[in-house]
């Protein structure tokens, strides 16, 4: 761990953070008007999360989750999703495409997965996926970059 005192970039250059707030918010519409469930926009949101290690997103789209009505099973079992029967094709999809997109210096994203989700999802909702998974994936870099503090 470093002893540099970390630059809170959002705070930093104010203007780019709010810009990526808004492109957020923008993608949160295209993704409700492309018909994805406001539950598995947030499932989605944590995913990346996890994958991404950002603690603060992931306590931030967990508490939004469950304020929104999702079971905290299907929260708990995220991890290994592939193993229960908690999600529906078009979940599972949208999970993959999105583990996809986080994980895309692993081989980029493969046709598997994008031919899986574009069987399953119609054009709208699977580029809605793709920009939830690459504006979440900026906002985990934003807040692992600087620190963001999370618990005591």
Known sequence: MTNTQRVHIGKQHPNAYKALIALSAEVEETAAAAGLDPLLIELLKIRASQLNGCAFCLRTHT?????KGENPDRIAV?????????????DRAALRLTEAVTRVSDGHVRDEDYDEAAAVLTPDQLSAVVWLATVMNAFNRVAITSRY???G
Request: overall charge negative; cysteine-free.
């Open 63 to 67: 508490r939004d989750a469950l304020k």
């Open 78 to 90: 995220l991890p290994g999703w592939e193993e229960t029967g908690y999600f529906s094709g078009a």
């Open 149 to 151: 503090p999370v618990g």
